[in-house]
Structures are given as structure tokens and as C-alpha cells.
């Protein structure tokens, strides 16, 4: 607080001062016209304080039996450097505080000469100076009390804040220990779970390789009958120009054959020529007749077994056309069971190729899920720590809450009691 007089008008004398030139009567004179004042500064020719002249010290002189002869002594009326004291000094733009501070430390100091820049502005006897702090500790008094009520307000505020935010805090912490443990309850499953699913994955993944392995097996029969499969093509495609040439000498004796029926024919023929004729020329020559008899059965007997060799041969002729037929259907059959083969191979090499990566994928899957299995339950750990700590906290916000509206009563009770002192 800055320094300001409260004092009435006719307190102007605080502005006053001597100097030491100045005669013992003209200071008592200041004195008697100012009945209120207690001290006279007296100042040098810089207008800087050198002390002062108390009125109590004036009062004694004037009470003293010799009084009134030393005022009228001419050589004691003009010196005062006796009646000067020392006093404190104090820059005029302090607060009431700290010129009481300074007065305070100059030990018996009748009073305060405040300055401006070392030069005088005015004194302050001690009553003064009281009156002042007096009346700057009632204005602080009445700023403290305003300050309480805002600070009362204030920290009623806060700790109506503080116990909704604890409020809240020992709810969330409540809620944060459910979810925490269903947390735990979540995790363990997913443990369990993935664990199961490893299993499982491992399981497939061994199957897999199985799978792999019997179609590498697979493969290498199916390489080793596409072997087979090309012999057998050759010895087909082989076989194939004898049996054209089987066919060819079937169609040879059947013509053969047609010889023999037309060689019969023409024997029999000449037989019966040779009988006519015999018989016409001569029909004793009996043997000449036998002959022709016998040419003549002969001819039959040729008919008749080339008749049986047409049979047979027709038959085997079918029979060769038949399996001709055959072998086509089975050159034919052949071409697409090589190209049906050569299919498979290429499934078969596809289907492994495709076996492993997946075995390979599977067994990804198998360690991915052993990891998450290990990070669940890794997590549910944590959890039950999360759980652990919401216990703790909820306990703590409990203590806080009483602890904050501990605060409120004792804030409250503490401002009224600033309120009241």
C-alpha cells in the first residue's frame, strides 16, 4: 500500500520545518501555533534532513523555573543544535509496512521524515506513523477479509471440483476394474483358444506335409507310368505297320483262294470233258475213265477244301479287320490317356507345388498363433495388474474424496476464522 495522509486539514503542519539557524523562540513559536504537533524537522540548505526538535523537549523548557529567563537570553535564543534528534528517514512512496519497518529500526526514533529523493516532504511523529499503519492495516484488513471471502469461494469451487472429479475417479475406477477383469476373462479365452487353434494348425500342417509327401509319391509313379505309357505307344505305333501288313496278306489269300476256286472249277470242268470224251471215243479205255474220275474227285475234293480255306480265311480275315479296329481304338484310346496323363502330371505337380506352400502357410499360421496365444495371455497378466491397480486407485480416489471434502471443511473453517480474528 502506498503511503497517503488521512489527516484533517488543520494537520498541515506535518509539512513544516526548521533549520539550524533558526532561534530557539521562532521553533517554540511553531510549536504553540500548532498545539497537535510532536516533532520539527529541521533541514539543511539542500533542503535534506538533519534531525528533529520534539515537542516534549520544548514542553520542558517551557515548564522549567528558568524558563522564561532563557527564553529572553539573547545568546541561548539563537542556538537550537542542542534540542535536535536524530530521527529515521524513509523514502515518501513506501508502504505503511516498510516505514514502520524503518522506524522500527532506528532505536528511540521520535518519529519518520519521509523524502522524496533525499530531500524532505513532510515528518511523521510516532502517533502519526501509528495512525497510518494503523489505518493501512484496516485497509489490508478489509482486502484480506475480501480476498478470504473470494479465496472461501474459490476454494469451495476447487474442492467441490476436486470431490466430483474424485467422485468420479473412484467411479471410473470401479468401471476400469469391471472391464479390466472381463478383460482378463477375454484374454484367457483368446489363450485358450489360440492355443487350441495351434494345435489344430499343427495338426493340419502335419497333415499337409503328409499330403505333400504322398503326392510327391504320387508324382513319381505317375513319371514312372508316363514312361510305361510311351513304350507302350511305341510298341503300338510299331505294331502297327504288321498288322496293316496282316490285313494286306489276308486280302492276299483271299485271293489266292480265287485261284484255287477258279483252278478247281476249270479241272472239274476238264474232268467232265475228259469223261465225255472218253467215253465218246473209246468206252473201253476204262482207265482213262478212272483217271478222269479221279481228276474229277480231285477237283471236288480242291473245291471243297478251298471252299473250307475261303471260310476260314474270311473269318480270319474279320477277324484281322476286327483287330485292326482294335488297335486303332487303341492308338486312339492311348493318345488320350497320354494326354489325360500328362493332365494329371500337371495337376499332381500343381497340387504339390500348392500342398507345400500351404503346409508352409499352415505352419506360419501354427507359430502366429502359438505368439498370440502367448501375447493373450501375456495381456491377461496385465489385465489382472490393470485390475490390481483399479483396486489401489479406487481406494486412493476414496481417501482423496474424504481428503477433499476434508479440504472444504477446513478451508471454510480457516476464512472464517481470518474473517472473525
Keep these: 500500500m502506498k503511503?497517503?495522509?488521512?489527516?484533517?486539514?488543520?494537520?498541515?503542519?506535518?509539512?513544516?520545518f526548521g533549520r539550524l539557524s533558526?532561534?530557539?523562540?521562532?521553533?517554540?513559536?511553531?510549536?504553540?501555533?500548532?498545539?497537535?504537533?510532536?516533532?520539527?524537522?529541521?533541514?539543511?540548505?539542500?533542503?535534506?534532513?538533519?534531525g528533529v526538535i520534539r515537542e516534549v523537549d520544548?514542553?520542558?523548557?517551557?515548564?522549567?523555573?528558568?524558563?522564561?529567563?532563557?527564553?529572553?537570553?539573547?545568546?541561548?535564543?539563537r542556538d537550537i543544535k542542542g534540542l535536535v534528534k536524530n530521527c529515521a528517514v524513509?523514502?515518501?512512496?513506501?508502504?505503511?509496512?516498510?516505514?514502520?519497518?524503518?522506524?522500527?529500526?532506528?532505536?528511540?526514533?521520535?518519529?519518520?521524515i519521509l523524502t522524496m529523493q533525499g530531500r524532505f516532504v513532510e515528518s511523521l511523529s510516532s502517533e502519526q506513523l501509528l495512525e497510518i499503519v494503523t489505518h493501512g492495516r484496516v485497509a489490508r484488513a478489509e482486502r484480506i477479509a475480501e480476498c478470504g471471502e473470494q479465496f472461501t469461494q474459490q476454494i469451495l469451487a476447487l474442492s467441490g471440483q476436486l470431490s466430483d472429479t474424485a467422485a468420479k475417479v473412484h467411479s471410473l475406477s470401479g468401471s476400469l476394474g469391471n472391464h479390466a477383469a472381463g478383460m482378463a476373462d477375454a484374454a484367457q479365452n483368446v489363450a485358450s483358444g489360440?492355443?487350441?487353434?495351434?494345435?489344430?494348425?499343427?495338426?493340419?500342417?502335419?497333415?499337409?506335409?503328409?499330403?505333400?509327401?504322398?503326392?510327391?509319391?504320387l508324382s513319381i509313379v505317375a513319371s514312372e507310368a508316363k514312361l510305361v505309357r510311351a513304350r507302350t505307344q511305341d510298341v503300338i505305333h510299331a505294331a502297327d505297320p504288321q498288322m496293316k501288313a496282316l490285313a494286306a496278306s489276308g486280302a492276299e489269300i483271299t485271293k489266292i483262294i480265287d485261284v484255287i476256286h477258279d483252278v478247281g472249277r476249270k479241272t472239274n470242268f476238264l474232268a467232265l470233258n475228259a469223261q465225255i470224251e472218253a467215253v465218246r471215243q473209246d468206252a473201253k479205255t476204262q482207265g482213262f475213265v478212272a483217271v478222269a474220275s479221279e481228276i474229277k474227285q480231285l477237283a471236288n475234293q480242291t473245291r471243297i477244301s478251298a471252299d473250307e480255306v475261303s471260310k476260314k480265311a474270311g473269318k480270319i480275315g474279320?477277324?484281322?479287320?476286327?483287330?485292326?479296329?482294335?488297335?486303332?481304338?487303341?492308338?486312339?484310346?492311348?493318345?488320350?490317356?497320354?494326354?489325360?496323363?500328362?493332365?494329371?502330371?500337371?495337376?499332381?505337380?500343381?497340387?504339390?507345388?500348392?500342398?507345400?506352400?500351404?503346409?508352409?502357410?499352415?505352419?506360419?499360421?501354427a507359430e502366429a498363433t502359438a505368439d498370440i496365444s502367448v501375447r493373450a495371455r501375456d495381456i491377461g497378466t496385465r489385465a489382472d495388474v490393470v485390475q490390481t491397480n483399479a483396486k489401489e486407485l479406487e481406494r486412493v480416489s476414496a481417501t482423496l474424496l474424504a481428503s477433499a471434502n476434508d479440504i472444504s471443511e477446513r478451508s471454510r473453517a480457516f476464512v472464517q476464522s481470518i474473517q472473525y480474528a
Excluded: W
Excluded at 488521512?6 to 513544516?16: A, I, P, Q, R
Excluded at 521562532?26 to 540548505?45: C, K, Q, V, W, Y
Design 3 to 16: 503511503h497517503h495522509t488521512v489527516f484533517e486539514k488543520s494537520d498541515g503542519f506535518t509539512h513544516l
Design 22 to 50: 533558526d532561534s530557539l523562540r521562532g521553533t517554540l513559536e511553531h510549536f504553540r501555533d500548532n498545539p497537535s504537533m510532536r516533532i520539527l524537522a529541521i533541514l539543511d540548505e539542500d533542503q535534506r534532513p538533519i
Design 58 to 77: 520544548i514542553r520542558d523548557l517551557l515548564f522549567n523555573p528558568f524558563g522564561h529567563a532563557l527564553m529572553t537570553n539573547p545568546g541561548f535564543g
Design 90 to 112: 524513509a523514502e515518501h512512496n513506501l508502504d505503511s509496512a516498510q516505514m514502520a519497518a524503518i522506524f522500527t529500526e532506528q532505536i528511540d526514533s521520535p518519529g519518520l
Design 194 to 217: 489360440a492355443a487350441q487353434s495351434s494345435v489344430g494348425l499343427q495338426d493340419v500342417n502335419e497333415r499337409g506335409r503328409h499330403l505333400a509327401r504322398s503326392l510327391e509319391q
Design 318 to 365: 474279320n477277324v484281322v479287320g476286327d483287330v485292326l479296329v482294335g488297335h486303332r481304338e487303341i492308338v486312339a484310346a492311348m493318345e488320350q490317356i497320354s494326354s489325360i496323363s500328362g493332365k494329371i502330371d500337371t495337376a499332381v505337380d500343381e497340387q504339390s507345388a500348392t500342398s507345400l506352400i500351404i503346409a508352409g502357410f499352415v505352419e506360419q499360421a
